[in-house]
């Protein structure tokens, strides 16, 4: 039975935020005070394109924005573990399930030579229109109280794990990878066989630390190791392979 590896991205694969990021694109490095008001909590994504509709009537091209995110630098050790983790795609499969977008996420992978790490990358939807501006919609509606509008990311993770089921795969323990608020919904669907890796110093560490319980009432099940450098991610995803 395989290894299932789940990473978030921003500020988890990535040492940024991709979606702040682009902001560097502008003439101004900066976004004007009118529209960064706009966002809603909880709504983030429609910001977004509220964001990238700005961008692209500044006269910024999608090749001006994809230069920019391929200079997005990764968190510490992430290359070397994708590395490793690309020869071993017969033990391991690996996805990304993000809130940030698939055009950002693509472009970034594309510049550092990494994208056949990944079995599958689930994020919202966005591409390049005819005006050459970048287009982001949601990635779905679900019922989920405690997740932002556009995504619940235990909905992903239970359909793609389900999904694999049904098609003859089973893994032996999924180890999510993550630094959010958003990312502590798919660890109440984790198992005790399972590993929740929380960046040390980010939100899903402090989440978790304060004691988060599932919706029956009872802990957390699967261990938790918290994480400052992605080698030492790298040294757990060999210890449980041997």
């Given at each position: 039975m395989k290894t299932l590896m789940v990473f978030d991205f921003d500020h988890t694969i990535v040492d940024e935020n991709c979606d702040t990021w682009v902001i560097r694109s502008t003439p101004d490095k900066r976004l004007p005070d009118w529209l960064a008001k706009t966002y809603q909590k909880g709504r983030w994504t429609e910001y977004m394109g509220r964001v990238m509709s700005y961008i692209g009537d500044q006269g910024v091209t999608s090749e001006s924005i994809r230069s920019v995110m391929h200079?997005?630098?990764?968190?510490?050790?992430?290359?070397?573990?994708?590395?490793?983790?690309?020869?071993?795609?017969?033990?391991?499969d690996c996805i990304i399930v993000s809130d940030a977008n698939m055009v950002f996420i693509d472009w970034i992978l594309e510049g550092a030579g990494l994208r056949q790490a990944f079995d599958k990358v689930f994020s919202n939807p966005a591409s390049v229109d005819s005006r050459g501006y970048v287009t982001?919609?949601?990635?779905?509606?679900?019922?989920?109280?405690?997740c932002p509008i556009n995504m619940c990311k235990r909905k992903i993770l239970e359909d793609f794990i389900a999904t694999q089921d049904k098609m003859g795969v089973q893994y032996a323990r999924t180890i999510y990878v993550g630094d959010g608020g958003n990312d502590l919904c798919p660890l109440k669907a984790m198992r005790e066989e399972d590993i929740a890796m929380p960046r040390k110093g980010y939100t899903l560490e402090r989440l978790v630390l304060v004691g988060v319980v599932t919706e029956d009432g009872t802990p957390l099940k699967p261990r938790v190791l918290v994480w400052t450098s992605a080698t030492e991610i790298l040294n757990e995803l060999k210890a449980v392979m041997q």
């Open positions: 200079a997005i630098p990764f968190t510490d050790g992430m290359v070397e573990l994708f590395t490793f983790i690309s020869g071993h795609m017969n033990d391991i982001v919609q949601c990635y779905h509606s679900h019922t989920c109280a405690k």
